[in-house]
């Protein structure tokens, strides 16, 4: 009976003592605070530009480990395990996000150089086929305009090196493509007026 007693007594001060190490699990302030710091280390290196996507998801996980913490924080029994586990992982993936970041601005860079560089082709035949367009009172308005189409788009095309400059490469890419789409079209209209006066191009 006494041994009974005992048993009850050791069992009942280990569920006590589960209770009081269980209640008082304390939330995970710490591993919130290095995941958001390794988040906005993310957003410093250009995150928001570069991986806007990748960004938004570990957004997204950081505010599924804060409801994590909502959950055990209106429970008796706390346990903040799958919260700390959650925010390992956003930090890990911001981490990872701020890595590759340099790499994608290299791509980024390359892009826009390399739709620059287009772009300047596209000019440049322009001005060539030009000089092919026919000339006469006829067509003279019409070879004026396209003149200063082809002048317009290279007084604009510095405005991409300034961009590249700044790092604005998407920025930089967007501007090329559309001078390039423009020299394209003045080439067209040009050919267009050379079939028409029966010229060769």
Known sequence: MKMKSS???Y????????FVIVGCAKPPVEETNAASAAIEAAKQEGAEKYSAEELNSVNNELAAAADEVKVQENKFFKNYDKAKQ??????GDAEAIKAGIPAKKEEAKNAAVAAQTAATT????????????????DSK?????????????????????????????????????????????VSDQ????????????
Do not use: H, R, W
């Open 7 to 9: 048993m009850v007594k």
């Open 11 to 18: 069992i009942a001060l280990s569920l006590i003592m589960a």
């Open 86 to 91: 959650i925010l390992a992982k956003v930090k």
């Open 122 to 137: 596209a000019i440049t035949d322009a001005k060539a086929l030009l000089e092919k367009a026919p000339k006469g009172k």
């Open 141 to 185: 308005a019409e070879v004026e305009a396209l003149t200063n189409d082809i002048k317009g788009l290279e007084e604009s095309l510095p405005g991409v090196q300034q961009m590249i400059d700044t790092e604005d490469y998407f920025g930089a890419a967007d501007k090329a493509k559309a001078i390039s789409e423009k020299a394209t079209s």
């Open 190 to 201: 040009i050919n267009a007026a050379i079939e028409k006066k029966g010229g060769k191009k």
